[in-house]
């Protein structure tokens, strides 16, 4: 079944007859409705206008009085030419972004969990501080006020940073309907700009480590862990396995989808992650026995469609109670506190791939491993070393007879 089309990549000419209405589009949202848009030259500028006609007659009756009015100078006086707030801008937007989730274009396409944080931040941020004001009427000033107003909330650098970086795309694309001439966010001073500095580091674990954490936690959640650290998935991305995922004749884990925010499976982050990653003999042994436990509570549970980590009652597993599972057991082996930081679940993946660069994968074969598109985000993220590699390599160079 084709997913229904809408937002801007359901825009279209109108037509009159045959005859197509130079200027005139219009488009489907999200709840079905039409809107009309002109997006043509008038009063000697490339505008574009939304119109409040809802049936193509009027459309066009709308369209002329626009000209008219532009042509005599007088561009308000037309219903058309009415305000446009960054809320309203920033709704449009979000729609705008929800028809990309199912573009065939890859580079193009949005990612369900990306549109949603993008809608929760304008909710939450952006529509209180600046949603009333007319989108070609903010200027830089209402943009700091909008950094300082984020970063009250005690949010992190990076948070903030992200957020002012939501809101210049949205001004891009307010530009590209004709709504505003300006990016008020690109009038920012460098210092203006919050730091996109990491507040905390990731850890990265040696294999004892690992070993030691995975042996304290429980059956529950302790091959959740395993995926991550012994396989590299993100935590969406195990908690969205499938058993038919999962092949133990061929040694691999294919990740094809990750779990949203709604308990559904969703598109992964992006297109390079949807591969297989070998399946390593403690983590065949560790799903193994999950599945042999699944299927005493239910066979149901180890259907192929079945959801690999599934709750008794075949709920999806949390994110939040495996991230605490993991900081429980991190307390429990000593690999928290005493002014370090937390162990969290992406801290397994993190390990994974400097493990794997410290006993001699290239670059590359790490970056395989991880699926990246790219070894230079291998290089620039994962690279880090376990807390005892520096000793390591100093014994390396003195076993060489280097400085001695």
Same mark, same amino acid.
């Given at each position: ?16 007859? =045959? ?31 939304? !119109? ?6 009027? @459309? ?29 801008? @920033? ?16 580079? +193009? ?26 989108? *070609? ?5 209402? #943009?700091?006020? +909008?950094?300082?107003?984020? $970063?009250?909330?005690? +949010? ?5 940073? *992200? #957020? #002012? =970086? ?40 040696? $294999? ?30 195990? !908690? ?9 004749? *061929?040694?691999? #884990? ?25 399946? !390593? ?24 469609? &079945? ?10 597993? $949390?994110?939040? =109670? ?6 429980? &057991? ?20 993190? $390990?994974?791939? &400097? ?14 491993? &991880?699926?990246? @598109? ?5 290089? @620039? ?24």
């Amino acid at each position: 079944m084709t997913a229904p089309v809408y937002g801007d990549g359901s825009r279209r000419p109108v037509f009159t007859g =045959n005859r197509r209405v130079p200027g005139l589009t219009e488009r489907t949202r999200k709840n079905g409705t039409t809107v009309y848009e002109v997006h043509a030259r008038l009063g000697g500028k490339l505008r574009r206008h939304t !119109l409040n006609a809802r049936t193509k007659t009027d @459309a066009i009756t709308e369209l002329r009085a626009l000209q008219t009015d532009y042509a005599r100078g007088e561009p308000h006086r037309s219903p058309s030419a009415c305000v446009v707030t960054v809320a309203d801008l @920033a709704q449009e937007w979000l729609e705008h972004l929800e028809g990309r989730i199912s573009h065939r274009d890859p580079r +193009l396409r949005y990612s369900p969990r990306t549109v949603d944080l993008y809608r929760q931040r304008v909710e939450q941020y952006l529509v209180p501080a600046l949603g009333l004001l007319p989108v *070609a009427e903010v200027n830089v000033g209402d #943009i700091r006020r +909008l950094i300082d107003r984020v $970063s009250a909330k005690c +949010l992190a650098p990076a948070t903030v940073l *992200a #957020i #002012i =970086n939501m809101t210049s795309g949205l001004f891009r694309y307010g530009m590209r309907l004709g709504v505003t001439d300006r990016n008020p966010v690109r009038d920012l001073d460098r210092d203006d700009r919050p730091s996109a500095k990491r507040q905390t580091e990731p850890r990265y674990l040696t $294999s004892e480590e690992v070993t030691s954490l995975l042996g304290r936690m429980t059956e529950t959640f302790r091959p959740i862990a395993a995926c991550c650290a012994l396989a590299g998935l993100r935590l969406s991305e195990a !908690l969205g396995l499938t058993w038919a995922d999962v092949d133990f004749d *061929a040694k691999t #884990i294919t990740v094809t989808a990750q779990l949203g925010r709604g308990g559904n499976r969703v598109p992964t982050k992006t297109v390079a992650s949807n591969a297989a990653v070998p399946l !390593l003999p403690a983590l065949e042994r560790e799903l193994r026995a999950h599945r042999s436990r699944q299927a005493e509570r239910n066979l149901r549970f180890v259907h192929r469609d &079945a959801l690999v980590f599934c709750t008794t009652r075949g709920t999806p597993q $949390s994110h939040r =109670n495996t991230l605490r599972a993991v900081k429980h &057991a991190g307390d429990q082996v000593g690999l928290n506190g005493k002014g370090r930081e937390t162990v969290g679940v992406h801290d397994l993946r993190h $390990s994974f791939v &400097a493990i794997a660069l410290a006993n001699g994968l290239t670059l590359p074969e790490a970056a395989m491993l &991880a699926r990246h @598109a790219s070894p230079r985000v291998t290089l @620039a993220i994962y690279a880090g070393v376990a807390d005892n590699a520096r000793e390591a390599a100093v014994d390396k160079l003195l076993t060489a007879g280097f400085g001695r």
